[in-house]
């Protein structure tokens, strides 16, 4: 099992910025991917950024130039630095954990995220 805890979300204005959390603790094995999927009010989960164990990383168009994701592998945390954000935005950010070697992944709870225009 993995457990996933996440944090950073909250109100902020257009074009302002803010810097999602997302520690996992548990059967952490490499190698791994960790992201971010979000979810609208009404629309879809789609895939915001992930980035692996190895360092390669993956985006959404929406996401590219603006937001940034990272990871420390001695924390087993992952990090999404959302700049210049829009109202469109506004969602529910969900982390995920994917083991490679099972295909098992597991998702944090979510955090609001909510930009105001």
């Known amino acids: 099992q993995v457990q996933l805890v996440e944090s950073g979300g909250g109100l902020v204005q257009t074009g302002g910025s803010l810097r999602l959390s997302c520690s996992a603790s548990?059967?952490?094995?490499?190698?791994?991917?960790m992201g971010w999927y979000r979810q609208a009010p009404g629309k879809q989960l789609e895939l915001v950024a992930i980035i692996t164990s190895g360092g390669s990383t993956n985006s959404a168009d929406s996401a590219k130039g603006r937001f940034t994701i990272s990871r420390d592998n001695t924390k087993n945390t992952v990090y999404l630095e959302m700049n210049s954000l829009k109202p469109e935005d506004t969602a529910v950010y969900y982390c995920?954990?994917?083991?490679?070697?099972?295909?098992?992944?597991?998702w944090g709870k979510g955090t609001l995220v909510t930009v105001s225009s």
């Open positions: 548990g059967s952490i094995f490499s190698p791994n991917a």
């Open positions: 995920n954990f994917r083991r490679f070697d099972s295909g098992r992944e597991y």
